[in-house]
T-cell receptor, first 114, second 111 residues
Framework: EAGVVQSPRYKIIEKKQPVAFWCNPISGHNTLYWYRQNLGQGPELLIRYENEEAVDDSQLPKDRFSAERLKGVDSTLKIQPAELGDSAVYLC????????????FGPGTRLTVL | QKEVEQNSGPLSVPEGAIASLNCTYSDRGSQSFFWYRQYSGKSPELIMFIYSNGDKEDGRFTAQLNKASQYVSLLIRDSQPSDSATYLCAVVMDSSYKLIFGSGTRLLVRP
């Protein structure tokens, strides 16, 4: 079974530039999550999708961040414009119908904003 | 007060010893508790979950939960150098789905 796929793995941009991250969840997983992980910290949820619906985006900085999951499968997270403080690893995770709601994480995208 | 607290470590143990990792949480209504392992530069992977008070064993790993004390721990028996990683405690708060992570404890197993 293929895992969660993310691209790119690494991205270096200058501040004020836009950037986008892509995620393809595990086949059949209806729930998709975007997390941000700063160095030395645990992941923090940005947004959760149930199919194509964003059911929790309370932690998403909506002035510069946006996300979409148009067909309820893959998803894109965008930052425009990027700021220095956005440097972090952006993790995508998905979960299915397992009773423990186990979330499977992708390899992440390491963003560096110069 | 952070919602999920862990000692950042590093916790250093010799190979073959028992490593004990601890986590406290603030929401008394929390129902589900998870331990993730994260190797440097990699993404978190689930190693244990526990819902009920007491112990849950899986191979060399034992998760312990005490809801009255709002405390969850992970014991790793016969620690191996390959266990060296950051261990993240995560808690589902109350009736929500939302997973709240601690900052992680870095474990170093010395050969």
């Amino acid at each position: 079974e293929a895992g969660v796929v993310q691209s790119p793995r690494y991205k270096i941009i200058e501040k004020k530039q836009p950037v986008a991250f892509w995620c393809n969840p595990i086949s059949g997983h209806n729930t998709l999550y975007w997390y941000r992980q700063n160095l030395g910290q645990g992941p923090e949820l940005l947004i959760r999708y149930e199919n194509e619906e964003a059911v929790d985006d309370s932690q998403l900085p909506k002035d510069r961040f946006s996300a979409e999951r148009l067909k309820g499968v893959d998803s894109t997270l965008k930052i425009q414009p990027a700021e220095l403080g956005d440097s972090a690893v952006y993790l995508c995770a998905s979960s299915g119908l397992a009773a423990n709601n186990e979330q499977f994480f992708g390899p992440g995208t390491r963003l560096t904003v110069l | 007060q952070k919602e999920v607290e862990q000692n950042s470590g590093p916790l250093s143990v010799p190979e073959g010893a028992i490593a004990s990792l601890n986590c406290t949480y603030s929401d008394r209504g929390s129902q589900s508790f998870f331990w993730y392992r994260q190797y440097s530069g990699k993404s978190p992977e689930l190693i244990m979950f526990i819902y009920s008070n007491g112990d849950k064993e899986d191979g060399r790993f034992t998760a312990q939960l005490n809801k009255a004390s709002q405390y969850v721990s992970l014991l790793i028996r016969d620690s191996q150098p390959s266990d060296s990683a950051t261990y993240l405690c995560a808690v589902v708060m109350d009736s929500s789905y939302k997973l709240i992570f601690g900052s992680g404890t870095r474990l170093l197993v010395r050969p």
